[in-house]
């Protein structure tokens, strides 16, 4: 296998990864998805470590085993991350009721306009769709009203 | 050094790149299938995006053996349409899951350059603790389901202000690779390619038999004290994660106190 196009093709995709996260990042408002792409940007820097890592080792380099260990410490932190930012995020949606990150604008600096939406779109049928379990052993009987879409369950 | 000015390539060359197109067009179809009100954007934003995929997997390099380049385009496509699928979807329940799917993509890239610990580990570690944990706080805070801020972003130029940083941070990277890719076009020499397996399979090789053996020795002998700062990272993390939770909570005795009267 040509080692130097499988480095190529990691630090590519490594790329890509990073950049959708940070898109992701800088464009959803809910705090959760937010974070979800933290984490993803994370995993596209773990991706080009690992992708070093077996170029240098293929070169017969003697710190090759150290892309490995970063990545380890890499899901380390964001396991440290993970445990305080879900703590955070209960506490901040038990304070106002929502995930929105717009709701917490009252932190912003002094003089700075308020931030408003100004059109709400509506929600479409197609995305009223719950994921579903396959269902398993008998099937109790469900009402005709049970089966429409719940806004509020 | 060549200075940065001068090594920048001609208009002509960029346009006739297709990564700049594949950049180009990857960037107006996430445009598309971010939160937004356009009605086409979801399909006509995933059309676009296939084509972007295939102009950017045209550009690069091919790896040399058939099957690890169909596995690897396989675990990439997995990893990639994963994480635009998080970042596209208006549920963040459904984002969850799709990031576990683009997790299990970037655990496939991880086995296959010889990361077999870091590839099992990111599966437990990441989608079974850390997303799970995600969808037990989401039905924790969110209850209602589908909310308006969901289908909403910062607005149409934060938006495309970010796609647009996207597709240049890639392009820049990229840029900066070009040696790299250079490189990859010399043929290589059978030597050149037994050399590179001998020292990946040699006993301390990256894709030695023993590889928990080794990873284990390299990580409690170099980096002894970095696994001792980690594990106190951890304690403290959960050790701040407890009070933040219990932060305003009246304490043991007072409740009991209270409950007894």
Known sequence: ?153 | MTPILAALPQWQEVLRCPTFWALATGALGLWMLLPTRFRLGRSLGSLLLAVAGGLFAYDLPLLGLWVDQGVFWLLALVAIGGGVAMIASRSPIYSAIWFALSLLGTAGLFLFNGAEFLGVATIVVYAGAIVVTFLFVIMLAQPEGHTAYDRLTWGGLPKVLGVVTAGLLIGVLTFFLGRLKDETKKPLSAEAIAQAQTNLLASDGILAEKHVANLGRHLFSEQLVSIELAGTLLLVALVGAIAMVMHGRPRLAQRIEEALR
């Open chain 1, 1 to 153: 296998m040509n080692e130097v196009s499988l480095l190529y093709n990691f630090l590519a995709v490594g790329a890509i990864l990073f950049a959708l996260g940070l898109v992701g990042f800088l464009v959803r408002r809910n705090l959760i998805v937010m974070f979800l792409c933290a984490e993803l940007m994370l995993q596209g820097v773990a991706v080009s470590l690992i992708g070093f890592g077996r170029y240098h080792g293929s070169q017969g380099a003697a710190g090759a085993w150290g892309g490995q260990m970063l990545v380890i410490f890499i899901i380390t932190v964001a396991a440290c991350e993970a445990g305080i930012a879900m703590a955070l995020i209960l506490m901040l949606a038990r304070r106002c009721g929502v995930l929105d990150s717009a709701s917490w604008q009252e932190l912003r600096e002094e003089g700075q306009p308020a931030y408003v939406d100004l059109q709400v779109p509506e929600e479409r049928v197609e995305d009223r769709v719950w994921p579903q379990l396959t269902p398993a052993g008998i099937r109790p009987k469900v009402g005709p009203e049970s089966e429409v879409h719940r806004p509020r369950v």
